[in-house]
């Protein structure tokens, strides 16, 4: 079964820094691009970043620009979003999601980042 | 970034068609796709590309692009799909892998 699984997510006060992990398994992770969208409350998604099959590529949300990275290991089937300087804008649940050529096509069940003083 | 345009909210009787549209200047570049969000769920991919179903959609949803519009249409609506939806397509300001979203459609089945 094709799975991500999102975790790391809490409760920080502003300025703060947290990292976002994210496991996947059921298919060739190294063969995919990755991404983080998230979900402010009552809110629509948010596309956040995205890191190319080879890490080769990167590419970041104006308003995260310089304070996430989004990185990956392929050798663990894991991505990571290293948030620093967090606001509270970016109180969100945060979803870990595989990306194809088409399409953003499989997610994770989000796991929850508040920040708050 | 681009930006993509929803309607907020849009109804449908049980059993009758309904089409939700999205807006933007990168659906002239790119096909929209379509996510189906219900409470406290992850979104679902429900049509990618042109007019294509992921293994599990049911075929009464459609989608169609026409210049800076692009549709998903439900046809013979059902109680179960009652729920949010929201378009994406790539974002045409940033390299092949930024994306952008719709505001998203809340869609009542009446």
């Known amino acids: 079964e094709v799975q991500l699984v999102d975790s790391g997510g809490g409760v920080v006060k502003p300025g703060g820094s947290l990292r976002l992990s994210c496991a996947a398994s059921g298919f060739s992770f190294a063969d995919y691009a990755m991404h983080w969208v998230r979900q402010g409350p009552g809110k629509g998604l948010e596309w956040v970043a995205g890191i190319s099959w080879n890490s080769g590529g990167v590419k970041y949300e104006d308003s995260v620009r310089g304070r996430f990275t989004i990185s990956r290991d392929d050798a663990k089937n894991s991505l990571s979003l290293q948030m620093s300087s967090l606001r509270a804008e970016d109180t969100a649940l945060y979803y870990c999601?595989?990306?194809?050529?088409?399409?953003?096509?499989?997610w994770g069940q989000g796991t929850m980042v508040i920040v708050s003083p | 970034s681009s930006e993509l345009t929803q309607d907020p909210t849009v109804s449908v009787a049980l059993g009758q068609t309904v089409r939700i549209t999205c807006q933007g200047d990168s659906l002239r570049s790119y096909y929209a796709n379509w996510y189906q969000q219900k409470p406290r769920q992850a979104p679902l991919l429900v049509i990618y590309?042109?007019?294509n179903r992921p293994s599990g959609i049911p075929d009464r949803f459609s989608g169609s692009n026409s210049g800076n519009t692009a549709s998903l249409t439900i046809s013979g609506a059902q109680a179960e799909d009652e729920a949010d939806y929201y378009c994406n397509s790539r974002d045409t300001s940033a390299n092949h892998l930024g994306w952008v979203f719709g505001g998203g459609t809340k869609l009542t089945v009446l």
């Open positions: 999601v595989r990306g194809t050529s088409d399409a953003l096509d499989v």
């Open positions: 590309g042109h007019n």
